[in-house]
């Protein structure tokens, strides 16, 4: 899973490209989400609580995020918000936070 840990050096920079792409969906990603895991395909971002991840998943966040995440590292992915690592839709998780 040598994937994730991309991300995860990445994401400064990341996010620093989402902030030129749009400051709202910066502005609630960079405070309060951090690359939870990543199989490739889907990216699973671990957001500090549910309402949170609620508000990730209206508007164009979702896709204001990926747009950021394949111009700085070329990965083009699908994108799940979770609130403090359980899973808004089903998680494979061994160790969901309640």
Known sequence: MGDVE???RAW?????TLSKIKRSTWALVEPN???AAFDGQILTLAFTTSGLA???GRA???ENLRQA???TVGIDCQI???????SMQTSSDPNPKV
Do not use: E, M
Request: hydrophobic share 45%; proline share 4%; glycine share 8%.
């Open 69 to 71: 995440i394949h111009k």
């Open 6 to 8: 991309v991300l995860r």
């Open 60 to 62: 164009d966040h979702s």
């Open 33 to 35: 989400a951090q690359v």
């Open 80 to 86: 799940n918000a979770t609130a403090n690592g359980a």
């Open 12 to 16: 400064p920079d990341v996010l620093q």
């Open 54 to 56: 609620g508000a990730f």
